[in-house]
């Protein structure tokens, strides 16, 4: 089992910036792929970007690319998520997600455990 949680959402002006932390517990962290992934409210939860287990490999979104970047420190068991230059359509609910190996991709159903999410209010 892993256990996720979330921090470091709030409400922030377009231009504006954030830096998304989710600290794992449970099993060893560095052998776990991991995810960030987005909901809107009345759409699907979309990909945002992926961090292979070692950090040496990393997937964005294409709506991201550029502006957002995923990070993480396994000596801190946390992944970090730095959004800059956002933009209201970046409002969601952010989750992280640890995949069940050292890389989850973009695909949701190659995550095996979630956090609860953190919300992201970005004002025009």
């Known amino acids: 089992q892993v256990q996720l949680v979330e921090s470091g959402g709030g409400l922030v002006q377009a231009g504006g910036s954030l830096r998304l932390s989710c600290a794992a517990s449970g099993r060893t962290f560095s052998n776990l792929g991991m995810g960030w992934f987005r909901q809107a409210p009345g759409k699907e939860r979309d990909f945002v970007a992926a961090i292979s287990m070692s950090g040496n490999r990393r997937k964005y979104a294409d709506s991201v690319r550029g502006r957002f970047t995923i990070a993480r420190d396994n000596t801190k068991s946390t992944v970090y998520l730095q959004m800059n230059s956002l933009k209201p359509e970046d409002t969601a609910v952010y989750s992280c997600?640890?995949?069940?190996?050292?890389?989850?991709?973009?695909?949701?159903?190659?995550?095996?455990?979630w956090g609860q999410g953190t919300q992201v209010t970005v004002s025009s």
């Open positions: 997600a640890a995949a069940g190996g050292p890389w989850g991709d973009s695909t949701s159903s190659q995550y095996d455990y």
